[in-house]
């Protein structure tokens, strides 16, 4: 399944076991021997929510969340009736999400999730930087002076304002999409994206995902940018974030402060992977 492209498999764990699941997520998203795809999530029963995401990265990393695949989850439970109520709550290793879904012919087509109040502090993280250091902290890309935020939501984002788009090509991407997720200011990495500012409703991103490389969406990370404009006053607490993939919208709203992201989800296929 896949949200604006940012693709994962799915097991429904309501029925299936895995037992090595990091293994598992590096065998079954490897694009070249594989099925492929940004990582594995595993839809499982959960005591305090309708189901229970967990997932993995594509080097078999563990995440905590994510914005895109959450709304998969709830499209694949609620089109097959594991749970049949609008709207859904999803347990994940970042908390309980709530999912609004839009249905049409008894099939989800768009859902808004409650991604939950953003963490604003070095050890929501974690980032060695101080308080003070995490909004516009100035670096260097490529020769271009540039302007870092650092917000969680539920898993590590670095919002870089202030390099041009049009100078990452994958191979630059890659290059300091790798460099950034690895520095020694994030103790267990982060996710980094690269952001144009259109005008103060509308965005335009590039993602690097901690564990999985250049994706094509990230919602958490979509989110991440747009607190991040609200905290830099480049934005206003409404855009829409145009991704690889396809369009986001996002809001961080004064009187929860929670971010609620609108989206698609799709399904692309289903199989049966060896088991060996």
Known sequence: MHGIGNCYIYINCFEERVGDAPSVARAIS???????????????????????????????????????????????????????????????????????????????????????????????????????????????????????TCVSMGNPHAVIYGAPLNIFTPIILASEGARLENDPMFPERTNVHFVKVHNPKEITMLIWERGSGPTQACGTGAAAVCVAGVLTDRTEREITAHLPGGDLQLEWRVDDNHVYLTGPAEEIFTGHWPDN
């Open 30 to 148: 490897d694009r070249n021997t594989g099925v492929g795809s940004d990582g594995l999530i595993l839809i499982c029963p959960s005591q305090v929510a309708d189901a229970r995401m967990e997932m993995y990265n594509l080097d078999g990393s563990r995440a905590q969340t994510c914005g895109n695949g959450i709304r998969c989850l709830a499209k694949y439970i609620y089109d097959r009736g594991l749970a049949k109520k609008n709207p859904l709550k999803i347990e994940t290793d970042a908390g309980v999400l709530t999912i609004d879904m839009t249905i049409e012919n008894g099939t989800m087509k768009l859902a808004r999730v409650d991604m939950g109040e953003p963490g604003l502090k070095p050890e929501d993280l974690p980032t060695t930087l101080s308080p003070e250091q995490m909004v516009d902290h100035a670096i260097r890309i490529l020769g271009h002076e540039a302007q870092m």
